[in-house]
């Protein structure tokens, strides 16, 4: 069966940052998409980044562009997401997903939280 | 970037009645490929969501046939033929046309 696993939350102060990771398993890793989504509190569901199986296609929202990176090891079946210059409005649960326009499976999350 | 706005956003909902929540986007959610990328989440209180309904009308496997989604154009629609307890939490619809891929700010649903 699916699973996603992430890892590598916490508190971090403002300018600050972390590497999230999520670990696959059940599923073919680099022949699919895989995204982030955060959920905050009062601020709902935020689609953040993408990444195409063989890492040629990547995108970004504009909130994160530029302070977050999104890659994948496909030989350790993990994705990541490098957060630099971390803001208190980036404090959040982050999930990585598989598939971004049909977002079929999600992983358990992993709270980030930035003091300021 | 597309606006999905939900309604209503608080249903409460009598045990074995009928419920519908109703999810409007601020563009046509036609993707090149011509599907309508047009999904139903499901999240219950301490859990991550879970995909019930994909491309606007698909039911995934394991959800229960008491759930369906309709809709076209802008207007998209899940509904719940009999609510049981186990449906209770937040409803999200969510595009997945165009980037950045955008969800509605959730229905939450109760028992009255």
């Known amino acids: 069966q699916v699973q996603l696993v992430e890892s590598g939350g916490g508190l971090v102060e403002a300018g600050g940052s972390l590497r999230l990771s999520c670990e696959a398993s059940?599923?073919?890793?680099?022949?699919?998409?895989m995204t982030w989504i955060r959920q905050a509190p009062g601020r709902g569901l935020e689609s953040l980044s993408y990444?195409?199986?063989?890492?040629?296609?990547?995108n970004y929202a504009d909130s994160v562009r530029g302070r977050f990176t999104i890659s994948r090891d496909n030989s350790k079946n993990s994705l990541y997401l490098q957060m630099n210059n971390l803001r208190a409005e980036d404090t959040a649960v982050y999930y990585c997903?598989?598939?971004?326009?049909?977002?079929?499976?999600w992983g358990q999350g992993t709270l980030v939280t930035v003091s300021s | 970037d597309v606006v999905m706005t939900q309604s209503p956003l608080s249903l409460p909902v009598t045990l074995g009645q009928p419920a519908s929540i109703s999810c409007r986007s601020s563009?046509?959610?036609?993707?090149?490929?011509?599907?309508?990328?047009v999904n139903w989440l499901h999240q219950r209180p301490g859990q991550s969501p879970r995909r019930l309904i994909y491309?606007?009308?698909n039911r995934d496997s394991g959800v229960p046939d008491r759930f369906s989604g309709s809709g076209s154009g802008t207007d998209f629609t899940l509904k719940i033929s009999r609510v049981e307890a186990e449906d209770v939490g937040v409803y999200y619809c969510?595009?997945?046309?165009?980037?950045?891929?955008?969800f509605g700010p959730g229905t939450k649903v109760d028992i009255k």
């Open positions: 990444i195409s199986g063989n890492s040629d296609y990547i």
């Open positions: 969510m595009q997945g046309t165009h980037w950045p891929f955008t």
């Open positions: 997903t598989r598939d971004p326009r049909l977002t079929d499976y």
């Open positions: 059940g599923f073919i890793f680099n022949t699919q998409y």
């Open positions: 491309k606007v009308s």
């Open positions: 563009q046509t959610l036609v993707y090149d490929d011509g599907h309508i990328y």
